[in-house]
């Protein structure tokens, strides 16, 4: 005995195939559409030399706002601070700012733990967190270095 699919599971199959093509159509066409309208210069950050971080040490529940100059590096209890690059949106465009962290573990033994590598976002702290038992850090802001005033 052979099962024949009924009418209305055909077109069932039919509609939904052509709503997912529509969709995509769809998807498509905005895509162009919006890279033709937003000029790239719209889609950059902006390059910062300094990075402005939180740090908070969980024994003693002192936190320390660090300013981070690219390229240098900074101590915090036991730990090493490098910041490698840091990029903030322009002000006409949501917040955000991102930074390239290395952050190592000094031990008494003068052994070096890498205990954090990649990009921290300021909007979402969580997101890409120092996972660390005495030490928590997030990265507040980007600045530049106010040139000096004669």
């Known amino acids: 005995m052979t099962i024949v699919p009924s009418k209305i599971n055909i077109l069932r199959a039919s509609l939904f195939v052509c709503a997912g093509c529509i969709a995509l159509f769809l998807n498509v066409i905005s895509n162009s559409v919006l890279a033709q309208d937003v000029s790239p210069s719209e889609l950059e950050?902006?390059?910062?030399?300094?990075?402005?971080?939180?740090?908070?040490?969980?024994?003693?529940a002192r936190i320390t706002e660090l300013e981070l100059p690219i390229g240098q590096e900074i101590r915090f209890g036991?730990?090493?601070?490098?910041?490698?690059?840091?990029?903030?949106?322009?002000?006409?465009e949501p917040p955000e700012t991102f930074a390239y962290l290395e952050i190592d573990d000094l031990k008494r033994s003068g052994e070096v733990e890498r205990v954090f590598e990649g990009w921290m976002v300021a909007s979402s702290p969580a997101l890409n967190a120092l996972e660390h038992a005495v030490y928590d850090i997030w990265v507040i802001d980007c600045k530049m270095v106010e040139p000096e005033s004669p």
């Not at 390059?47 to 740090?55: E, G, M, P, S």
């Open 45 to 60: 950050s902006e390059l910062r030399d300094i990075v402005v971080l939180r740090a908070l040490d969980k024994i003693t």
């Open 78 to 92: 036991t730990l090493a601070i490098r910041a490698k690059y840091c990029r903030t949106r322009p002000p006409i």
